[in-house]
């Protein structure tokens, strides 16, 4: 079992920056790369971004490239998404996950290939 515990979450300007944080716990060494999702009020539960352990590799969503970064401390088996740029859209939950897959590319953003998740945090953006 691995447990995930994010924090950082709040209320934010449009433009302004959050760093979201999540530390995991448990059975960590099974972790093959973490993921963060986020869910808006009505809609489905959407990829933000994606951190494999072995090689430091990233992979992002077109709606966030450029504007967040996705990065670790291995020492504290914690993940953290650093989120610049804030816009009003990206108000939602945000939730990080691991998994112990080998995903690459693509398959790192379906939902359904983590099988460990924290209980969010909510990020709110003002206009």
């Known amino acids: 079992q691995v447990q995930l515990v994010e924090s950082g979450g709040g209320l934010v300007q449009a433009g302004g920056s959050l760093r979201l944080s999540c530390a995991a716990s448990g059975r960590t060494f099974s972790s093959y790369a973490m993921g963060w999702f986020r869910q808006a009020p009505g809609k489905e539960r959407e990829f933000v971004a994606a951190?494999?352990?072995?090689?430091?590799?990233?992979y992002y969503s077109d709606s966030v490239k450029g504007r967040f970064t996705v990065s670790s401390d291995n020492a504290r088996n914690s993940v953290y998404l650093q989120m610049n740029s804030l816009k009003p859209e990206d108000t939602a939950v945000y939730y990080c996950?691991?998994?112990?897959?080998?995903?690459?590319?693509?398959?790192?953003?379906?939902?359904?290939?983590?099988?460990?998740w924290g209980q969010g945090t909510q990020v709110t953006v003002s206009s």
């Open positions: 951190w494999i352990w072995s090689g430091h590799r990233t």
């Open positions: 996950a691991a998994t112990s897959l080998p995903l690459y590319g693509s398959a790192l953003a379906h939902k359904g290939n983590y099988a460990y």
